[in-house]
Nanobody
Framework: QVQLVESGGGLVQPGGSLRLSCAAS????????MYWYRQAPGKQREFVAR???????TYAASVKGRFTISRDNNKNTVYLQMNSLQPEDTAVYYC???????????????WGQGTQVTVSS
């Protein structure tokens, strides 16, 4: 079985930075796309960023230029570097990975447990 373990959330002042990590534990054959989503109180979960296995990236307009998604395929880990954080970035951040466990199994979505990011003075 695979689990995604997130880390790196916390409390930061406006204008500050945080780096989130999400590592897949367990035996994995391949990980395709990796994503970050977030959910603010009272709002629906929204897309933040995506990175393909080859390293191509896509961002939500609200974070473009401030956040950077990256991955380490050797460690089955995706990162989210968040700079110039603002109060509206406050949310629980979730990672998602498209995982293929063996050569004969299909891709399946796995989710992290979520990590709280709070931006406040």
């Amino acid at each position: 079985q695979v689990q995604l373990v997130e880390s790196g959330g916390g409390l930061v002042q406006p204008g500050g930075s945080l780096r989130l990590s999400c590592a897949a534990s367990g035996s994995v054959f391949r990980i395709n796309n990796m994503y970050w989503y977030r959910q603010a109180p009272g709002k629906q979960r929204e897309f933040v960023a995506r990175i393909t296995r080859g390293g191509s990236t896509t961002y939500a307009a609200s974070v473009k230029g401030r956040f950077t998604i990256s991955r380490d395929n050797n460690k089955n880990t995706v990162y989210l570097q968040m700079n110039s954080l603002q109060p509206e970035d406050t949310a629980v951040y979730y990672c998602n990975q498209e995982v293929q466990l063996t050569t004969s199994t299909p891709l399946r979505d796995y989710w992290g447990q979520g990590t709280q990011v709070t931006v406040s003075s």
